[in-house]
């Protein structure tokens, strides 16, 4: 079972770039990364995906490194709405999404 | 439009009773799911249903009881609930299958007494 490790929590300030990086040791050949959010009392909602190297979208960037074994998510000059907490999810079999990361933006 | 939506959005109710939580979607996904989030905001899958067929069961007691009427509706059935039950219940829908985008819904905050 691919369990992820990320940090329990992050703070930043408007306008700087975040960057969250998830563990994945275990994660397998088949297996992609993908990046949720989840703002107070919603469910989570996908921010981005990828398998190797860095994709991009128009929300955030994600760095995937050769081994594979961590992940990166890049936020662009954060706003106060970005404070959420930013999941990790791989291993499709398990939808493991841990307890993610709760990222603080403060003003 | 909603795209997933639950009813209800809380739910209180006492120790031993029954009770179900609806969830529909209207992506015309094939695959539908429920989560579990505790208090510690760990978010784990209980089920997951493709094209009304069981295809995910977690460890889950046999008072959590899924039903799905077609692949637009995947219910959630509680038989006597127990104070380890309060959480919050996601449902969510992917296209195909697990390794599709999964779309959640709002949440039922369920809390036992």
């Known amino acids: 079972l691919a369990k992820t490790t990320q940090p329990i929590s992050m703070d930043s300030y408007e306008g700087q770039e975040v960057n969250i990086t998830c563990s994945h040791n275990?994660?397998?050949?088949?297996?992609?990364i993908t990046w949720y959010q989840q703002f107070p009392s919603q469910g989570p909602r996908f921010i981005i995906q990828g398998y190797k190297t860095k994709v991009t979208n128009e929300v955030a960037s994600l760095f995937i490194p050769a081994d594979r074994k961590s992940s990166t998510l890049s936020l662009p000059r954060v706003s106060l709405s970005d404070t959420a907490v930013y999941y990790c999810?791989?291993?499709?079999?398990?939808?493991?999404f841990g307890s993610g990361t709760k990222l603080n933006v403060k003003p | 439009d909603t795209a997933v939506s639950q009813t209800p959005k809380y739910l209180v109710t006492q120790m031993g009773n029954d009770k179900s939580i609806k969830c529909e979607q209207n992506?015309?996904?094939?695959?539908m799911y429920w989560y579990k989030q505790d208090s510690k905001k760990f978010l784990k899958i209980m089920f997951s249903?493709?094209?009304?067929?069981?295809?995910i069961n977690e460890t889950v007691p046999n008072r959590f009881s899924p039903k799905s009427p077609d692949k637009a509706h995947l219910n959630l059935h509680i038989n006597s609930l127990e104070l380890g039950d309060s959480a919050v219940y996601f449902c969510?829908?992917?296209?195909?299958?697990?390794?599709?985008?999964?779309?959640f819904g709002p949440g039922t905050r369920l809390t036992v007494l």
């Open positions: 275990n994660i397998a050949t088949n297996d992609y």
């Open positions: 999810l791989v291993n499709f079999n398990k939808f493991y």
């Open positions: 969510a829908s992917s296209n195909r299958d697990y390794t599709d985008t999964q779309y």
């Open positions: 249903y493709n094209n009304k067929e069981l295809i």
């Open positions: 992506l015309g996904h094939d695959t």
